[in-house]
């Protein structure tokens, strides 16, 4: 294998899921260079490719960004698995695919028989990867979910990402969805390693509950130890001045990121200008800045409100202060650590008003991602998919002619 050749490449993944969650794992097996075939049916296809423009909550824009990140550089198939011959098409697709995703409730699983049971004796080198809402057994196996029900709000992050009084907040698009996919990936990779060594393929699943589980898995440890996990503190109730948020006159929010607070605190405020803030005996110890904390709260406040973040960030980087900037999306689009890093990468042969999309958050040194191309129109591989597991043109034209392909 040369270092020019993509990781993936001869993959062969059919992305038999809905939304975001289990597509997205096929995303990122695409990006290494697998050739992924995105199952639709008719006659609107995956419903998400629609989400950006009719679903409320998403910002909106000129172009369908929310499907170009999700299904770049897959091949659609428009096919209607109900019919026995666009079945039996499905069928032959798994007979010759190395990676079946989905991300379907097991009673549409069992409806449109793609369980695992149903599928294995197809092909003994097949890895099938199911992501769920809630786990595969229990009461709730057959409730679907999104990222926000799964994931945000039944693990109990909703409920942690909040002030004492106030109530929860929503989360944001995807945040779930997408580190759920990235567990699917290692769990697809992880089985096609042990088909390597046993040459038989086999089932990988998780949940968006799980993942929600494991990415608040401090608190819950805390919790099962016994431990008290208390609501963040409202800003007008907190003790400590120094570990909260700032916001500067042109509206960019920091941290101070203090590693010794019993000297850090003094360089701050000096650093601030508030000389006499530092000299002032009732802030002289730490029982005594958590006493009058709302008092050394509105004094850094005050004054930091007086100037923009372009001169608070240089000024305390010039003292030796390490800050916290809270990057707002259009920060990050100009981070050169996100430049640097080919975290952002290049849309190629798009012509989307975006020139860049979010790239997969993993590299595997010596082999380098595919271009992250144009996602597909509706059915627009139909032929070619099948033409590519066997099907003539004639055969192709009878089942175009019958519904069973678009």
Known sequence: MNNEELLLE?????????????????????????????????????GFRWAAQYV?????????????????NKRSLLLDLKQPQGY?????????ADVFLTNFPPEVLAKLRLRWEDLEGLNPRLVYAQLSGYGEHGPHANVAAFDRSGWWARSGMMDRVR???????????????HASAMTL????????YRRERTG????????????????????????????EVALETPREEMDNALAIPYETADGHWFYPWLFNEEIDWRRFVIALGLQAVAD?????TREGRARDAQVLIGAIER??????????????AEAGVELISVATLDDVLCDPQVEHNAMLTPLVGTGTVARRTVSSPLTVHGHPKRPAGSAPALGQHSDEVLAGIGYSEEEIATLRAAGVVR
């Open 10 to 46: 001869g993959l062969r993944v059919i992305d038999c899921g809905s939304w975001v969650a289990a597509p997205a794992a096929a995303t990122v097996l695409g990006d290494f260079g697998a050739d992924v075939v995105k199952v639709e049916a008719p006659p609107g296809g995956d």
């Open 56 to 72: 409320p909550g998403f910002p909106q824009a000129s172009e369908n960004y929310a499907w170009q990140l999700t299904a770049r």
């Open 88 to 96: 039996a098409v499905l069928q032959r697709l798994v007979a010759q």
């Open 163 to 177: 002030f004492r009084g106030h109530a929860p907040v929503g989360g944001v698009l995807g945040w779930g969805d």
């Open 185 to 192: 990936f290692g769990g697809v990779m992880a089985a096609l």
């Open 200 to 227: 038989r393929g086999g089932k990988v699943s998780t949940s968006l509950l799980a993942n929600g589980l494991w990415a608040n898995g401090l608190p819950l440890q805390a919790r099962l130890s016994g431990a």
């Open 280 to 284: 002032d005996a009732r802030f002289a």
């Open 303 to 316: 004054r930091v409100r007086e100037h923009d973040w372009a001169h608070w960030s240089r000024t305390l």
